[in-house]
């Protein structure tokens, strides 16, 4: 963590210090520091610091579907259903009420993995015959068929 943010100012360390209390609202968690970012985990990774300094803090939280707003520099499917939604907070009013909800959804349907429960009609390979699972996002191609 140190390393993380020793080359952050007083203004970065309070909105790191907001950011984690936010986090921290949404339920259990832990934190997995790293050189070049800090992942917020529940049952796995939802969230992310993953840069701080004197332009702002970047910060990457993961949905299910792409949410529409301004305040996103990027949104981009990683792998299906796993949307990475990413902004730059640049002052503590940034880290209000919109922030928070997005990010208990996400702490709800990622890192708990809430949104890999069964649903009523859905059979349960559906979500595993519905993507490739090989990171091409948007792409879609024809099953492979075995050789007999």
Known sequence: MAQFLRRAGARERALYAHFERMIAACGPYHVSPAK??????ARVRFANVNSIGPRGMVVT????KPLASPRFEKVEEVVPGWWVHRLRI?????LDRELQTWLRRSYRLMGMQERLRVQPGRARGARARAGTGNGSAGRSRAPSRSRG
């Open 61 to 64: 939280l993961a949905l299910t």
């Open 90 to 94: 640049t002052a503590l009013g940034e």
């Open 36 to 41: 070049t970012r800090v992942a917020f985990m």
